[in-house]
């Protein structure tokens, strides 16, 4: 199966797996929720460490702990992606329904909207934009009914509480795209940080331990073994190769989903209105696939920008084998490129044959990068007669690199 293909089935995977996740977390029964997330970290823990020694990546798990910088980000992104899902619906659920916790939980998509341009430096469309606001359109549904949204006092404080997981979310997954560490480095990196504030939380929540039940056990296990490792790392591989509000559009399916989970395994009532939750975000993919200008990068320089647009390609690479470009991801690089008419390739010989000076130039036609090559020419639209030309290293230094192209083919 190619990346494309293979980043959707892990997309709609990743999908259904994490609508359920609020279904299972109301089902823990005989442990309370610090006790059982304790069990839930160190299944995760392990499983993650077994994940990343059966891909070959211990070198790079331990590389990591040198670089006290990067180690840190990925702890943090680690663990931003975990507790807000797990302790924050768990939580919530004590004081309201999972359906309306995970409604809110899902608003991330729209919070993520914030956080692009600042950190992944994407230029948001118009399109992108009334996108993704019928699908949060479809969360608002969801929880008012298609009336006003109705919160008494008691629970004003959880919907906060809720939006503030929302937010910590959001940004744990633009980080994840930010930073293109090696997925089961990655994934490592979320159980040791997640483990070791479950068992401070525990520990500072009086150490309470129950006799956990098979049930419990088996609960504990599937959540921390697949679905913190296995669930994410389909979720995560997704994240970096599609468009980001196409990825964040589809999210948006979760709250429907877990309605109909929630009927299923905890009694709570599916109504009409629901399916328009699904309409909602089906319209706003719709308009993702017609989409082409959302989602290129947004350059710091007006004239780098000018006339051409800047894609942000660098998640398509995160395991390439391709080894100079491998290297320069692992140090902070991106991998940017643009489309030019095909006439252009013999006047720009001598810029596709060398690098030049800071970095790397491929084509997608580089026997290199021949498992990205088709990837890359789907998310930036490649067309017949076109060619998309590649540059790897530092932004800013990709930006000059694209605007000396400009003056070139424009003298």
Known sequence: MDAKRLSYAFLIISLFSGASL??????????????????????????????????????????????????????????????????????????????????????????????????????????????????????????????????NAAEAWVVLFMAAMALIYALSNVLVKRFAFDMEVQLAAAGIAFFVFSAAVFALSGAHLQTPSPADIALALYIGAFFNVYSFYMAFYALRRLKTTLYTNVYMLSPFITFVFS???????????YLAIAAAVACGIVIQRFDRAGGTYMAKSKSAASNVAIFDVTGIFSETGEQAINASINSGGRVLGIKLPSDYRSSLGDVLERPDGKG?????????????????????????GEFALLRVGHMDECEDFFESIRKRISS
């Open 22 to 151: 609020p279904v299972l977390l109301g089902l823990a029964g005989s442990l309370g929720l610090y006790e059982f997330l304790l069990f839930v970290s160190i299944f995760a823990l392990i499983s993650s460490i077994i994940f990343v020694i059966a891909r070959g990546k211990a070198d790079k798990l331990l590389r990591l702990f040198s670089d006290w910088r990067m180690l840190a980000i990925a702890l943090v992104a680690g663990l931003f992606s975990v507790m807000p899902i797990e302790l924050g619906i768990g939580f919530a659920e004590h004081y309201i329904t999972a359906s309306l916790a995970t409604a809110i939980f899902r608003t991330s998509p729209l919070l993520m909207l914030l956080l692009l341009p600042v950190i992944l430096r994407e230029r948001l469309s118009k399109y992108q934009i009334a996108a993704l606001a019928i699908g949060f359109l479809g969360v608002y549904i969801g929880v008012s009914g298609g009336g006003l949204i109705t919160i």
């Open 263 to 273: 009927y299923a395994l905890l009694g709570e009532a599916i109504k009409l209105y």
């Open 360 to 384: 790397l130039v491929y084509t997608d036609s580089h026997e290199g990068i021949s498992n990205e090559s088709g990837f890359v020419r789907d998310v930036m639209g490649v067309k017949d």
